[in-house]
């Protein structure tokens, strides 16, 4: 709390002043000095028939389907790992009897129980067959 009053403090000695003519916002405006004439300029005549400015329509829908391209495959990719990352849950309707999975539904934390219990399992079975083929001390 007390770092972020020091640093409210530090920051409002560190803005710069406010200028005299800005005092208040309410003041009209000071006129501006007229602008000096501008030196005298050939005329440049160009053709008015040819468009080299801008892209063409082609080019247009190019980018169109690009961005139509671009915006799907973000929808995509946000949709295929939303399912990826999403509870495993029974849905009303589904006609499984409560079941969406072969070895029986449940939430994630079940089924990371389940991960973990296997995974035990394995572990132990491991530490059983490397002491079953120690060698034998004498």
């Known amino acids: 709390m007390r770092s ?5 403090l530090v920051a409002a000695l560190l803005a710069p002043p406010v200028a005299a003519a800005q ?24 053709e008015s028939g040819s468009d080299d400015g801008g892209i063409s329509t082609l080019q247009q829908t190019f980018l169109i ?29 589904s006609g499984s009897g409560g079941t969406s999975a072969g070895e029986g539904a449940g ?12 995974h035990k399992a394995a572990a132990k079975r491991a530490r059983q067959a490397r002491k079953k083929n120690r060698p034998v001390r004498k």
Not at 4 to 8: E, F, R, S, W
Not at 65 to 91: F, K, Q, S, T, W
Not at 107 to 118: G, S, W, Y
Request: glycine residues 6%; aromatic residues 2%.
């Open 65 to 93: 389907l690009a961005g139509v391209v671009l915006v799907v495959g973000i929808g995509v990719a946000i949709a295929r790992d939303a399912r990826r990352n999403a509870p495993v849950e029974a849905r009303p309707g």
């Open 4 to 8: 972020a009053l020091v640093a409210v």
């Open 107 to 118: 939430t994630r934390k079940q089924l990371d129980q389940r991960a973990a219990q296997k």
């Open 23 to 46: 005092s208040s916002p309410f003041q009209p405006l000071q006129p501006s000095p007229a602008p000096a004439p501008a030196p005298p300029t050939e005329t440049v005549v160009t």
